[in-house]
Nanobody
Framework: QVQLVESGGGLVQPGDSLRLSCVVS????????MGWFRQTPGNQRELVATMSNGGSTNSADSVKGRFTISRDNAKNSVYLQMNSLKPEDTAVYYC????????????????WGQGTQVNVSS
């Protein structure tokens, strides 16, 4: 079984910074793309940023220049540094990872964390 555990959300004021962390644990053979998505009530989950295991990144236009994704493959972790936060960044942020497992035969699938709330308000 694979688990993704996020941390780092909270309530901040506009212009502040937050750093989200996500650790992947379980019977991991390899982790491919990792990233972050976010969702607000009544809306679909949307891409924030992703990073491949080779280091290639993809991010939403709305966060370019403000958010930075990074990962530590040795720690099976992905991070999201969020600077210059805006009220419209308020959402539940979900960690995402494409994981290959080899516990009972080899398989690959996408996994999600439980989500961490980020509130940006004055």
């Amino acid at each position: 079984q694979v688990q993704l555990v996020e941390s780092g959300g909270g309530l901040v004021q506009p212009g502040d910074s937050l750093r989200l962390s996500c650790v992947v644990s379980g019977s991991i053979f390899s982790i491919y793309t990792m990233g972050w998505f976010r969702q607000t009530p009544g809306n679909q989950r949307e891409l924030v940023a992703t990073m491949s295991n080779g280091g290639s990144t993809n991010s939403a236009d709305s966060v370019k220049g403000r958010f930075t994704i990074s990962r530590d493959n040795a720690k099976n972790s992905v991070y999201l540094q969020m600077n210059s936060l805006k009220p419209e960044d308020t959402a539940v942020y979900y960690c995402y990872a494409e994981v290959a497992t080899a516990g009972r035969g080899y398989s690959e699938r996408a996994y999600w964390g439980q989500g961490t709330q980020v509130n940006v308000s004055s």
